[in-house]
C-alpha cells in the first residue's frame, strides 16, 4: 500500500488549505487513518483521526478549525484546515493502520505566514 499526500503550500493566517492522500488501496481496509505533523524542531504528533466506524478525533490545538473526512470511493482521505495559525506551520503526514502494519505517506509542507 501507498499514501501519497499532497496539497500542502504557503498561506497567510487565517487561511485555508486542504491536504489530500490517496491510497493504492482500498480505504475500507484500515482500521484508522489519519493526519500528523512534525513542526519544526519538534516530534511528530497525531493532528486528526478516523476510524473504521466513521468516528473521529482531534487534537485540542486543531478542534473546531480542521475536519478529516474520506472518500472511500476515491481511496481519498482529506483534512480541511481552516483560521490557519502560524503555528500550524509542519510538514503533514497521512497515515493508515491496517489492523497489524502501518503505513506512511511521504508528508506535505504547510507554512503559515503570520
Known amino acids: 500500500v501507498q499514501l501519497q499526500a499532497f496539497g500542502g503550500g504557503l498561506v497567510q493566517a487565517g487561511g485555508s488549505l486542504r491536504l489530500s492522500c490517496s491510497a493504492s488501496g482500498s480505504l475500507s481496509s484500515f482500521l484508522i487513518m489519519g493526519w500528523y505533523r512534525q513542526p519544526p524542531g519538534k516530534q511528530r504528533e497525531t493532528v486528526a483521526s478516523i476510524f473504521g466506524s466513521g468516528a473521529t478525533s482531534y487534537t485540542d490545538s486543531v478542534k473546531g478549525r480542521f475536519i478529516i473526512s474520506r472518500d472511500n470511493v476515491k481511496d481519498t482521505l482529506y483534512i480541511q484546515m481552516n483560521s490557519l495559525k502560524p503555528e500550524d506551520t509542519a510538514v503533514y503526514y497521512c497515515?493508515?493502520?491496517?489492523?497489524?502494519?502501518?503505513?506512511w505517506g511521504r508528508g506535505t509542507l504547510v507554512t503559515v505566514s503570520s
Open positions: 497515515g493508515a493502520f491496517s489492523g497489524s502494519t502501518w503505513y
